[in-house]
């Protein structure tokens, strides 16, 4: 009874920590006007730095001159000016310090490092607190027990820049500010320093041994659906090692659970499961609808390593646009046309723009959303996909560029090949004979796709060999699935799967 007294009082202070900024969100009025203010914010701060004097940041008045005087951009324009901070000069992107470069997945080259300031991190916390106000304000029972926040295992050495920047976060509550980051260790079910494991079965016995410890589990924040599924996996598979740990009287319980695959009753309290739940995300968030059905499964809104774009409140289809984070623009796939927050259309699809305080401006980041609904003012949107050629089952973040440079690397350039997704791993369908050995382990030079593979999210890449005419199989396909013969050209990435009943050949690699 201690516990959950404890568990009240903590979660309570940080409602109403997060309180003040669930206003601030809550109460705007007009939209226009508080995405300009947030624009002029960001200049304002960062008319002196070097990209700053480059777009004559001071010479700006309107929202009509900065999109006339600054491009459109995509992470290849930043190179020059990270390799730049990387080097430990300041001044570059922002006036402010970076404070650490955070990877993600990139298109031409493996990895992205996105700059990080604190000015960033506090517009991160300008969506999550009021995403966090809520749940814990909506949803009867949350604030009596603890929460198990997805914790990145540290898999590789911590890594610095030639300038002693660091790089990459060491755990996800980073997002939560330092106060935040110090209460919640009091109330996570798995403890922050697992995220210092870099074996990775190491990091799957003593995340599921906390949490199988954990009764009192009543909210869990995940990425990926499917990392919960294999949390669960491994605690079949491994019980004989788990249960010896943990106490008679909870052996017991966690014993008759899992011989009757009740998993749900592991944690009996279990009020909310927060993850992707859209686009691939989706049948997995489904599965975990199914196996834990006493659960409010809420799909997060979108999140990218580069900015915090929406999140969702109880109950309502679709996410709120972060309007106090970034600065947004929206690039309309009807009509190529760009719109700001306050000219979105319902039902219409458009692909993000965001300005940070980061260092970012009209920054691409290739994301889909639809306009699902409005509540109020407020436009509701859900992820769809990526605009460019990615393929994104588990996080990984595969770019059709990536996947071409890679292959050129190993010497596979002139005859066919295609990488496609299947269940839980990418096939390469592939006619040369000489095939190198080594495709998966260059690509996992991609942060993100290694990343799934340490934790077992993706297979190990399969290889499958054609036998047959592979070009005209592939166009035939294409107008079976409702492509115009003329539209149809050979792709080294197709987001579809179900390739290896189409193509004539047989797997030379798949191990299961």
Avoid at 71 to 81: A, V
Avoid at 84 to 102: F, P, Q
Avoid at 234 to 251: D, V
Avoid at 431 to 441: E, F, G, R
């Amino acid at each position: 009874m201690f516990e959950r007294i404890n568990c009240y009082l903590i979660n309570s202070l940080g409602r109403l920590m997060y309180k003040n900024e669930y206003k601030k969100f809550i109460k705007i009025k007009d939209i226009e006007k508080q995405q300009a203010k947030k624009l002029f914010d960001i200049l304002t701060k960062n008319k002196s730095c070097t990209y700053g004097s480059k777009y004559d940041f001071d010479k700006i008045k309107s929202t009509d001159e900065y999109q006339h005087l600054v491009p459109l951009t995509t992470y290849e324009d930043y190179i020059p000016f990270i390799e730049r901070i990387k080097n430990g000069e300041k001044n570059i992107l922002t006036k402010e310090d970076v404070l650490i470069l955070e990877p993600t997945g990139g298109s031409t080259s493996a990895t992205k490092l996105i700059p990080y300031t604190k000015s960033l991190k506090v517009e991160f916390q300008k969506g999550l607190k009021p995403w966090v106000y809520d749940l814990y304000s909506q949803n009867r029972g949350l604030n009596w027990g603890k929460s198990y926040w997805s914790i990145t295992p540290a898999t590789t050495q911590k890594k610095y820049t030639k300038g002693g920047l660091p790089i990459g976060f060491e755990e996800d509550s980073e997002y939560l500010g330092d106060l935040g980051k110090r209460l919640m260790q009091y109330i996570f079910a798995v403890p922050a320093k697992i995220a210092q494991e870099k074996n990775i079965d190491h990091f799957y016995y003593k995340t599921a041994l906390c949490l199988l410890k954990c009764k009192n589990l009543t909210f869990i924040s995940i990425w990926n659906p499917t990392l919960l599924i294999l949390l669960i996996d491994y605690i079949k598979k491994n019980s004989e090692r788990l249960l010896p740990e943990i106490t008679n009287k909870r052996r017991s319980e966690i014993k008759k659970c899992l011989h009757d695959e009740t998993y749900y009753k592991l944690w009996p309290h279990l009020k909310v499961i927060s993850c992707w739940g859209d686009a691939h995300a989706y049948g997995y968030a489904e599965k975990l609808k199914v196996l834990f059905p006493h659960a409010y499964i809420q799909p997060k809104g979108l999140l990218a390593t580069e900015g915090f774009i929406s999140f969702p409140f109880t109950n309502e289809e679709g996410a709120r646009l972060s309007l106090n984070s970034h600065f947004f623009e929206f690039i309309s796939t009807s009509d190529n046309k760009i719109y700001l927050a306050h000219e979105l259309t319902k039902s219409e699809e458009y692909e993000v723009v965001i300005t940070t305080s980061g260092g970012l401006y009209r920054y691409k980041l290739n994301d889909l959303i639809k306009v699902t609904d409005f509540q109020g003012i407020y436009p509701l949107i859900e992820f769809m996909g990526k605009r460019d050629k990615v393929c994104d089952l588990f996080g990984e973040k595969l770019h059709e560029n990536f996947i071409k440079n890679t292959m050129d690397s190993l010497g596979v350039c002139n005859d066919f090949y295609m990488f496609a997704p299947e269940k839980d791993r990418y096939v390469l369908y592939i006619q040369i004979n000489k095939i190198p050995q080594n495709i998966d382990v260059a690509l996992r030079k991609n942060f993100h796709y290694d990343y799934c593979r340490k934790l077992g999210q993706l297979k190990e890449l399969a290889i499958f060999r054609l036998m047959g005419d592979p070009l005209t199989e592939y166009i035939n396909e294409c107008v079976k699935r409702g492509q115009k013969l003329g539209d149809i050209k050979p792709s080294v990435l197709h987001l579809q799967s179900g390739w290896d009943k189409v193509f004539k050949g047989k797997y030379i690699m798949k191990n299961d």
